[in-house]
């Protein structure tokens, strides 16, 4: 049972670190480049003509910054910018628990159990974390699987990069 406990404890720490380093990594590339290129082709062809205008790329820009203006002075505030980060986080997060429920949920029930988030590795984490075999997960193992962890991250990013 104690076992069963900590997989699911580390589950849920990995898990939610994967999220935030993709939330990162998503909001780190956006503004890399220039928040640019999310959008479809169809949202910025305003007349569906097969071509984007330099009007029509100014006048989807003009209505998303009327969209984050908020209170419509013409000038976006700090709490303005906030609240449209926050919105667009809270986008992807959801764009992201959709992809784990899609991705984990067996009995699609739409929701997450323990029994399905372990299902994948099986209690391999585990062994694989106690380097030593002794059934337990030492201070030091658990900084090694941390440290692997930021350099497989590490290596995704400069994979993306590259791309």
Not at 34 to 40: A, E, L, V
Not at 82 to 94: D, F, G, I, L
Not at 131 to 158: L, N, P, T, V, Y
């Amino acid at each position: 049972m104690q076992k069963t406990v900590l997989m699911v404890g580390l589950t849920a720490a990995i898990l939610a670190g994967g999220l935030s380093v993709a939330q990162a990594d998503s909001h780190k590339g956006k503004m890399g480049k220039g928040m640019g290129m999310q959008h479809s082709f169809e949202e910025l062809d305003a007349d569906a003509d097969g071509k984007i205008t330099p009007e029509e790329m100014a006048n989807h820009m003009q209505a998303r910054f009327e969209g984050a203006d908020s209170d419509g002075d013409g000038a976006l505030s700090k709490d303005e910018l906030v609240a449209r980060m926050t919105e667009r986080q809270a986008e992807r997060m959801a764009a992201y628990a959709d992809h784990m429920i899609e991705r984990h949920d067996a009995n699609s029930d739409g929701m997450l159990s323990p029994d399905e988030m372990q299902a994948r590795n099986k209690g391999k984490m585990f062994e694989k974390m106690d380097a030593d075999g002794d059934g337990a997960i030492s201070e030091e193992e658990f900084s090694q699987m941390r440290a692997q962890h930021g350099k497989h991250h590490g290596m995704m990013k400069d994979k993306k990069a590259s791309e």
